[in-house]
């Protein structure tokens, strides 16, 4: 049963636009969530989080905005640059959790 | 440099030979955990750990078992692996399980 969902395994877009990546989750004990960025060949780096205590956080091109009672978060790169091209990993944990689950990815390809 | 490192990075063997796969971490994180990633179904938890000689199953632990007798290291061990353990496996640590983690890069095994 995976408790995050990410329903789009690919999204292309062009240099200079917004990507805006989406992510759903099903358990309402997540408290927090955060997006990994993947390049092939390494492991997931961490990019950006936020509480549920917020509805979003902004760090420079990236910004998460989460909506609780849709239970839908989403990541906006503005303005995309071919460097972002990478797998997106939406996770969620809860806070008196020792757990982490991780949606399936999205491949994001930003063209020059 | 923070770094998890993950050894060997790449390794194809047989059904039933026992391996290893070690990672070890220089943070001084007090948390651990082994994760698999197959196409179309993300990063799936194995073991984790919250401290030394405290381990605990996640999503998937069946077929693996998992050690902490140091802070710094936490192997994988496969004592009969089967084809389809045949994956991407990542490594990870972080001061707690809901907080924000750094993957090792990653070993890719084929089990024939």
């Known amino acids: 049963d995976q408790q995050v969902k990410q329903n789009s395994p690919s999204l292309s877009v062009q240099e200079g636009r917004i990507s805006i990546l989406n992510c759903d989750y099903t358990?309402?004990?997540?408290?927090?969530f955060l997006w990994y960025k993947k390049y092939p060949a390494e492991g997931p780096t961490f990019l950006i989080s936020?509480?549920?205590?917020?509805d979003k956080n902004e760090d420079g091109r990236f910004t998460v905005f989460l909506n609780k009672s849709a239970k839908h978060l989403s990541l906006h790169i503005v303005p995309s640059q071919p460097g972002d091209s990478a797998v997106y990993f939406c996770?969620?944990?809860?806070?008196?959790?020792?757990?982490?689950?991780f949606g399936a990815g999205t491949r994001l390809t930003v063209k020059p | 440099e923070a770094q998890v490192t993950q050894n060997p990075r790449y390794l194809i063997t047989v059904t039933g030979k026992k391996l290893t796969v070690t990672c070890s971490q220089n943070?001084?994180?007090?948390?651990m955990s082994w994760y698999r990633q197959d196409p179309g179904l993300g990063l799936r938890q194995i073991y984790y750990?919250?401290?030394?000689?405290?381990?605990d199953k996640g999503d998937v632990p069946e077929g693996y078992k998992v050690s902490r007798k140091e802070k710094r290291n936490f192997p994988l061990i496969l004592e009969s692996p089967s084809p389809n353990q045949t994956s991407l496996y990542f490594c990870?640590?972080?001061?707690?399980?809901?907080?924000?983690?750094?993957f090792g890069d990653g070993t890719r095994l084929s089990i024939l």
């Open positions: 936020i509480s549920s205590i917020k």
């Open positions: 996770a969620a944990s809860g806070y008196n959790n020792n757990d982490m689950r």
């Open positions: 750990s919250m401290n030394v000689e405290v381990t």
């Open positions: 990870a640590s972080s001061w707690q399980g809901n907080q924000p983690q750094h």
């Open positions: 943070m001084n994180h007090e948390y």
């Open positions: 358990n309402s004990m997540f408290d927090y």
